[in-house]
C-alpha cells in the first residue's frame, strides 16, 4: 500500500498548517493515502500543534480513515481515508485554536459525506494567525455558498486567546456536485458595516473607541457612505474569557464581500485597532478584486472540486494561495491559471484565478 501514498512536502511555499488542511481533505474525498513529510519545517515550533491535530483528528473520524504519527510535534503523518459518512463530529483543539481553520478542513469532506452533518467544533473564535468567526458568517459563508451549498454556522460560545473554549456548531447537508463561480466584477461599493466587539471584563467603552477610530480611518478615503459599525458587548454566558476585536465589511453592487479585521490585546491602544481594520478593508478595496486577501486563498479547494470554469478577480496573490494551487493541482489534477487582469487603470494590481474544476461528484447520493 505504501508505494501508492501521495507525497507531500510540508515544509515548501507557505510551509504551514494550511499545507496540512488542503492536502489532508482532498486526501480524504479523492481516496487518496497520504504522506506529509517535514509539518511546519520553517515554523518557530515545528510540528503538529494541537490545532492541526484536531483538524487531523476530525478528518480522521468523519471518513473511518487510519492516522499514524498524529502526535503534538509530530513531523511526519501518513493517513488513509475510508469512507466519508456523516453525522455529528466533535474536534476539540483545548486550546486558542482557530475554530475556523477546523471548518476549513472538514467543510469540503462533508459536502461530500453520505448524509448530513454536525460539526462541533470547540477552541477560539477570534484567534490570531486565522479569520475571525464573524469574518466566516460574513463573508466566507455568503461568498462561498455561491459554489451551490449551504451550511448553518451557529456560535454557541465566543472564546479568546489564551484558553479558547469557544463553541460553533456548524451544519451542512451533502450536495451531488459543486457548481463553478464567476467572481469578475467588483461593481461599486454601496455599504460598510461590521462589529466591534468587546467580552469578558473590558469595558464597552473600547468597542466603541475601535468602531469611532475605524469610521474617521474610513471617511478619510469614501466619504459619502454610511458606515455603521455596532459596538457590542458579548454576553457574559455566550463568551469565555476575556477578548476584544472589530470586523468591518464592505458589500458592493455586485454582492462582493471584502473586510478588514483587527483583535484587540494587552497593551494595545483601541484606537489602533479599529484604525488597523479600517487599513485593512482599504487596502482590499484598493486592488479593484472581487475577493479580499483572507478569502482568495479559501475558495481554492472549492474551484477545484466545482464543474466546469471557476474564475475569481483579486488582487495580489498571496502565498496561501500560491500554496493551495500547488497543492490543489498535485491532487486533483484540477488546472488552474493566474494571469494579470488587463485592466483600464493600470495602477490596479489585480489578477484573474481561473480553474478548470474536476466536477467530483458525490458517490454516496
Known amino acids: 500500500m505504501d508505494g501508492d ?65 498524529g502526535e503534538i510535534g509530530s513531523t511526519e503523518i501518513t493517513f488513509t481515508p475510508g469512507k466519508i459518512k456523516g453525522g455529528t463530529h466533535i474536534a476539540d483543539t483545548k486550546t486558542a485554536g482557530s475554530v475556523c481553520l477546523l471548518m476549513q478542513v472538514a467543510m469540503p469532506c462533508v459536502l461530500f459525506a453520505a448524509s448530513p452533518s454536525e460539526l462541533h467544533l470547540k477552541g477560539g473564535t477570534n484567534a490570531e494567525m486565522a479569520p475571525q468567526i464573524d469574518y466566516t458568517v460574513m463573508v466566507f459563508k455568503p461568498i462561498v455558498e455561491k459554489f451551490n451549498f449551504t451550511f448553518n454556522c451557529d456560535i454557541k460560545r465566543r472564546g479568546y486567546y489564551p484558553q479558547g473554549g469557544g463553541e460553533v456548531v456548524v451544519q451542512m447537508s451533502p450536495v451531488k456536485e459543486l457548481s463553478p463561480i464567476n ?58 474569557g476575556t477578548g476584544s476585536g472589530i470586523i468591518i465589511v464592505a458589500e458592493t ?91 483600464e487603470d493600470t495602477s490596479n494590481d489585480t489578477y484573474i484565478i481561473e480553474c478548470q474544476g474536476i466536477g467530483m461528484i458525490n458517490p454516496n447520493l
Open 183 to 240: 467572481l469578475t466584477e467588483r461593481g461599486t461599493v454601496t455599504k460598510i458595516y461590521g462589529r466591534a466587539f468587546v467580552a469578558g471584563a473590558l469595558p464597552i467603552k473600547l468597542a466603541k473607541d475601535m468602531s469611532a477610530a475605524a469610521v474617521r480611518c474610513i471617511r478619510r478615503e469614501i466619504r459619502d457612505l454610511y458606515i455603521n459599525i455596532q459596538p457590542v458587548r458579548e454576553p457574559d454566558d455566550q463568551a469565555v
Open 5 to 69: 501514498r501521495v507525497e507531500i512536502d510540508g515544509g515548501i511555499m507557505e510551509g504551514g498548517g494550511q499545507i496540512l488542511r488542503v492536502s489532508t481533505a482532498l486526501s480524504c474525498l479523492l481516496g487518496l493515502p497520504l504522506r506529509v513529510r517535514r509539518i511546519r519545517a520553517g515554523r518557530s515550533q515545528p510540528g503538529l500543534r494541537p490545532q492541526h491535530l484536531s483538524g487531523l483528528e476530525i478528518v480522521r473520524d468523519l471518513c473511518d480513515g487510519k492516522l499514524n504519527g
Open 253 to 343: 453592487s455586485t454582492g462582493c464581500l471584502l473586510a478588514g479585521s483587527s483583535l484587540g490585546k494587552r497593551g494595545k491602544n483601541a484606537d489602533k485597532v479599529g484604525i488597523e481594520a479600517a487599513e485593512m478593508l482599504l487596502q482590499n478595496l484598493k486592488h479593484g478584486g472581487t475577493v479580499d486577501d483572507s478569502l482568495q486563498d479559501q475558495l481554492i479547494i472549492f474551484m477545484a472540486l466545482a464543474k466546469g470554469v471557476s474564475r475569481v478577480k483579486s488582487g495580489p496573490i498571496t502565498l496561501h494561495t500560491q500554496t493551495a494551487i500547488h497543492f490543489a493541482e498535485q491532487l486533483t489534477k484540477a488546472k488552474f491559471t493566474v494571469t494579470k487582469s488587463e485592466e
